[in-house]
Nanobody, 116 residues
Framework: QVQLVESGGGVVQPGGSLRLSCAASGFTFSWYAMSWHRQAPGKERELVAAITSTGRTTNYANSVKGRFTISRDNAKNTVYLQMNSLNAEDTAVYYC?????????WGQGTQVTVSS
């Protein structure tokens, strides 16, 4: 059974940091490209950051470049999103995605709220 379980969300003040984790099971994690997406109320889901199966290549949305870092640990079947200098526009539900060929899996999401 495929599972992607996100954790690490919460409420943080502007300028603060959070680290999200996504633990994977039920598939060969090291084969899959991983990504983080987010969806704010009333907005479409958008790609935040992506990382290749080996971890050698990463990509970021312009809005988070220099503030967010995606990484993965294939030995732990986990992908991370380190988020620094958070602002109100980062408030959203964050989802992780695993993709390999035509296969695509989503987690249930974790809420991140940036508020003073």
């Amino acid at each position: 059974q495929v599972q992607l379980v996100e954790s690490g969300g919460g409420v943080v003040q502007p300028g603060g940091s959070l680290r999200l984790s996504c633990a994977a099971s039920g598939f060969t994690f090291s084969w899959y490209a991983m990504s983080w997406h987010r969806q704010a109320p009333g907005k479409e889901r958008e790609l935040v950051a992506a990382i290749t199966s080996t971890g050698r290549t990463t990509n970021y949305a312009n809005s988070v470049k220099g503030r967010f870092t995606i990484s993965r640990d294939n030995a732990k079947n986990t992908v991370y999103l380190q988020m620094n200098s958070l602002n109100a526009e980062d408030t959203a539900v964050y989802y992780c995605n695993a993709r390999y060929g035509d296969s695509s899996y989503w987690g249930q999401g974790t809420q991140v709220t940036v508020s003073s």
